[in-house]
DNA sequence: CTGTTAGCGCGTTCAC
DNA sequence: GTGAACGCGCTAACAG
């Protein structure tokens, strides 16, 4: 068996409660004793048992990030981010993955797995609103994501309708005419990422005086092979277009790809612009224009709202808490060379 | 207070054990007093508290994978293919971040947190060979990485000499005759992943029969930006090169943006080949000839090794368990655009 | 400065 | 089929 506190003590002649002062340094501890305690715990190899002490503190000083994908870039810049942060903090940063569908981000929250956890910064792709109104958590939990949420939680996102109205108006302003949206969809009143990128689409050519053909909006899941295929059925069904805005610098990757391998030159025959502003878009080929996202006071301000619900003694949105804070970062477009000069 | 077992079976006017047992399935409970529990469980709104369950247990059925950075793609991957494995098990995988400095990973090893995992995976990146070597754990340890490893710890890698020898001699095969490595450095004996590359590419030219320039060794961080350096750096030097070997894909992609900028057509001018075979790097312009290691094999072969050492009951490199397994995972060579046809 | 007591919430063990 | 007691390992609270 693995060596206990008790252990220790009794090797070290002092009492359990003297060993854990010595390794807290909680309590001040005879020069002494703590030399005999610190002898004692590296001859027999004690080490502390965490759990143990997690049961007794009722606290971890771990935050979870919960993802849906582990492997999509967006998520890794964020974790990176978030883990500089706490680190500064003495905390640590875990991530874990849903799967993105709505059915797996359900069975997530139900599992009782957020309770080791000082908070929760849930990343929501698959609910809708509905569902994560009903949520029940016990511990402090804050919203990230492109959805409408809920008034009750906790929410920091993007100011995505005013990213996508840049990045169309940039396009427009260039010289475009027929800018195709690829990860369009119908801008549904309850919101999620690509219904309010797409509705900044459309208000930029309302503010242009112009109307999108229908024709130019393509659906397509946020993966950059579906960016690529979105492109050639663009070509394949002869739909014109001299512009793509990628709803994703994710979703641009392939559209890149696509142009490449049909032999169109960006920005001359189309131009291009994404989202999110990923650390590597400023090296596809070309450089991809993108729209960036105020990416470390997003992960400061989800912390800060995090921290504000204390150690989950407040209980499930708690009436006696402070009311639930909704963030937009802002955005801003960064011109490279997918685009003209404008 | 969060309610307890003991207030929810005094609600049930029944015993802690008997929830417990209704809760677990472990043992049979007659219906109607499940009925009773369950009911009260409802109303009280009771919420298993997992870290007292972990401790009574000394389980957690969780795995974590450490690894150096949460924003590199290989990572990223490499945690969606544990994590699915895992779960068709009813396991988990957390992803924890050590900074990939030595000094990072062995505080990383030093933190008693690993405790809190049936297993963990270790990506193995800053250390020495030597720092490995005196790692003390009393958790199942499997490291991952290109580094030699001591034979106590069992190592999952690729088999990094193999691939970037094929890399090379493809490269030689089409034509090229100044093959640049990205990425390369001394070969040192004790091994790492950017030594081992570096031998696979000098082997591939003394089974050409021909030496490479000395000055076609580029030394660089595996990121896209000192991918990106390294070609500006060739050309303002006038090192003359008709071919890069990047080592990693990561690195190819900063590659190509220089190559882009430079005006430099891939494959006409400069070939390129890159290593890992990244989902996305089938999607860069134009699309990157790598070399791809078989991805599930090492994730599969990871677990079923973590799995071997059983749930930590054998203490540090047991005597008595298993002897330690190495295992290289193959490679193959995938053409694609950056390359010419052979 | 150090020891004693008690309990965090659950689940194994043994009794009925 | 159900309950009582005890302990997993650590640390507040209260002595002394």
Redesign the pocket.
């Known amino acids: 068996?693995?060596?206990?506190?008790?252990?220790?003590?009794r090797a070290a002649?002092?009492?359990?409660?003297?060993?854990?002062?010595?390794?807290?340094g909680?309590?001040?501890?005879?020069?002494?004793?703590?030399a005999r305690v610190q002898q004692a715990a590296a001859d027999l190899g004690?080490?502390?048992?965490?759990?143990?002490?997690h049961?007794?503190?009722?606290r971890t000083d771990t935050v979870a990030l919960v993802v849906p994908h582990f492997d999509h870039p967006y998520y890794g810049e964020l974790a990176a981010r978030l883990a500089r942060l706490l680190a500064a903090d003495g905390r640590h940063l875990v991530v874990e993955q849903t799967g993105a569908s709505r059915q797996a981000e359900l069975a997530a929250v139900g599992q009782a797995r957020w309770q080791l956890y000082d908070g929760v910064l849930l990343s929501v792709v698959g609910m809708s609103a509905a569902d994560v109104a009903d949520l029940e958590t016990s511990v402090p939990l804050v919203l990230l994501g492109e959805q409408e949420m809920p008034a009750r939680w906790d929410h920091v996102r993007m100011d995505n309708v005013a990213g996508a109205r840049l990045a169309t108006a940039h396009l427009l302003a260039t010289g475009s005419r027929r800018v195709a949206i690829v990860g369009g969809t119908d801008p549904a009143p309850e919101g999620g990422m690509m219904p309010a990128r797409t509705a900044g689409w459309s208000a930029a050519h309302t503010d242009a005086g112009t109307v999108p053909a229908p024709e130019l909006l393509v659906p397509a899941p946020s993966d950059p092979f579906h960016g690529r295929d979105a492109v050639r059925r663009l070509l394949r069904e002869g739909i014109a277009f001299d512009a793509v805005f990628a709803v994703t610098d994710t979703l641009a990757t392939g559209v890149l790809a696509g142009l490449a391998e049909a032999g169109l030159r960006v920005p001359q025959d189309v131009q291009v612009v994404g989202f999110d502003n990923l650390a590597t878009s400023e090296l596809t080929v070309p450089a991809l224009t993108t729209v960036d996202p105020a990416h470390e006071q997003m992960a400061a301000d989800a912390l800060r709202l995090l921290d504000r619900l204390g150690t989950g003694r407040s209980g499930v949105g708690a009436p006696d808490g402070p009311p639930a804070e909704h963030v937009t970062a802002p955005v801003r477009l960064i011109p490279r060379a997918t685009t003209r000069p404008a």
Chains 1, 2 share one sequence.
């Open positions: 068996m693995k060596p206990t506190m008790s252990d220790v003590a002649g002092v009492s359990a409660m003297t060993v854990s002062n010595v390794l807290t909680r309590r001040r501890v005879g020069a002494a004793t703590r004690y080490e502390l048992n965490l759990t143990a002490r049961l007794r503190a009722g």
